[in-house]
């Protein structure tokens, strides 16, 4: 067991499984899941369904994270992919065509990646600062997202593109089938190759890696337009749930969420080790605790003072100190049992 316990992803899979139970106890078909017209429904369907951008944005933080970087833009990345392929549609002379859903989607894409394209190089050839860097863009963002809408919240009318957040496939939403497939392919591309070793090596030390000839800049520009192309399907699925761009709202706070699931996911925030599945499952918490807010009926004034409460909560258990503490306990406790049994 206390082997088990030593596993980093332990405490957030122990914190997942606790939120769940509670959400059972409260609501008695909450784990249940049902067939209805070839489509699978049920309240875990709908965390997964309704995590899927958050959990895609942090895949794409915490390789920027483990490169010893932040991007604090991937919120206005997300406002600017949903107000440039909702404008696309609404401005097409076939607005329900799918292959007007096609370009608007590539159109979306193609700005992210040069988001990230200026991300990377604003951090590693004109060495800005992460933060300071993505600051520009997260502020600049929503004003070009307001700017490509004019100001006004774009409706479209078109089922191809709606199929992206609301469809079905083999039964199960679209989102969690995309975010499944970005999830293998980063999970080969940075643990089957020699990608991810060179991400954990530009975090540890940047300079060790440039001395022993490790192209870091080239390392760095990768993660960054990862991360934007991640927004950027991220943002897809936003406004497609939704059939409507909102540049003031769309993806709005949700670069905090990210960092919060690759934190409690077990990445370290000073770069190298990193964790895409202790990511997924931080991801989930956090979704899961938005669903216990509804479930527990909890007042709408204290709800994000529970879930900092939450997520303060999990990652002290991850903390060396805590831990130690806890184990140094145990002992003292045990100890006393004994005494009083010898007595």
Request: proline fraction near 3%; charge should be positive.
């Amino acid at each position: 067991m206390r082997s088990v316990l030593k596993n980093r992803l332990a405490w957030p899979v122990i914190a997942l499984v606790a939120l769940l139970a509670v959400n059972q106890v409260f609501r008695g078909d909450f784990l249940s899941l049902r067939m209805q017209d070839g489509h699978l429904y049920g309240s875990i369907i709908d965390i997964m369904r309704n995590g899927a951008p958050t959990i895609l944005i942090a895949l794409g933080m915490t390789l920027v994270i483990a490169s010893r970087g932040i991007d604090l833009s991937v919120g206005a990345v997300v406002a600017i992919a949903g107000a440039a392929s909702c404008s696309y549609i609404a401005a097409s002379p076939e607005p329900a065509s799918p292959a007007t859903a096609a370009v608007a989607v590539v159109i979306a894409v193609v700005a992210g990646l040069v988001l990230g394209v200026w991300n990377g190089f604003l951090v590693s050839t004109i060495g800005v600062q992460p933060i300071i860097a993505t600051l520009v863009l997260m502020t600049a963002g929503r004003g070009i997202a307001q700017l490509v809408t004019g100001g006004q919240i774009v409706s479209v009318t078109n089922d191809s593109y709606k199929a992206i957040g609301a469809g079905y496939l083999f039964t199960l939403p679209v989102s969690i089938l995309i975010t499944a497939v970005v999830f293998i392919l980063a999970a080969v591309l940075t643990r089957r190759t020699a990608l991810g070793t060179l991400i954990e090596a530009v975090g540890i030390n940047p300079v060790a890696s440039r001395l022993a000839g490790l192209r870091a800049r080239n390392i760095i520009w990768i993660v960054y337009i990862f991360s934007a192309f991640c927004a950027a399907i991220a943002g897809l699925m936003i406004s497609s749930n939704v059939t409507a761009a909102d540049a003031n709202n769309a993806g709005l706070y949700i670069e905090m969420d990210a960092i919060l699931a690759v934190v409690i996911g077990g990445t370290s925030l000073a770069g190298g080790r990193y964790s895409l599945v202790g990511t997924v499952v931080g991801a989930f918490i956090i979704q899961t605790l938005t669903t216990t807010v509804y479930t527990l009926g909890i007042p709408p004034e204290v709800t994000l003072v529970f879930k900092a409460l939450v997520v303060l909560t999990v990652c002290l258990l991850q903390a060396p100190k805590a831990r130690n503490l806890l184990r140094n306990l145990k002992p003292a406790s045990t100890l006393r049992t004994k005494e009083k049994v010898a007595v």
